[in-house]
């Protein structure tokens, strides 16, 4: 199994609703990444998980709250957003230095928070 | 802090012809030169990578080369079909500092049938 899983496709919310997002890897992964990006724009690092401990979160609003319960599975929790948070959000799982190897992306969900 | 430029921003060539993208990096400690390829309405996948110690590397249609001397790195599709129309990143990262890799802007590749 070579695929990054993310459901669900598409996920509209009001701001003052509580959604999570999920991912999924059987690669034996163990670095896995939460990125955002914008349209026409590359992807943006939010938070990355390291042997399911958070390794970077970068400086990201906490209204959005990363979890790894497991070595396959990577969550994003999401409360109190706003609009400018709709955007493409992207999973990614790599080998665990990094750095040095190339990542493997889900197909993302796309946001639209109204 | 370290950037990678990403030239050009919208490529247009006729189906056959050959497409190029340079990427210029700034961190001179950067070892790992991923590109990946993004179609819409999916997320980017790994297309081909080098690393440092390598010049050039070649997988059927597509060839990426390496300068470190000047950090430029570019890929060069040769034959294109209108399914390779997509968005190109490029990418920099060090194999031992951490996970953070930077990316180019990236390159809308359009190929005309």
Known sequence: DTEVTQTPKHLV?????????????????????????????PPELMFVYSYEKLSINESVPSRFSPECPNSSLLNLHLHALQPEDSALYLCASSQPTGGGYGYTFGSGTRLTVV | GENVEQHPSTLSVQEGDSAVIKCTYSDSASNYFPWYKQELGKGPQLIIDIRSNVGEKKDQRIAVTLNKTAKHFSLHITETQPEDSAVYFCAASRSTGGFKTIFGAGTRLFVKA
């Open chain 1, 13 to 41: 919310m009001g701001m003052t609703n509580k959604k999570s997002l999920k991912c999924e890897q059987h690669m034996g992964h163990r670095a896995m990444y939460w990125y955002k990006q914008k349209a026409k724009k």
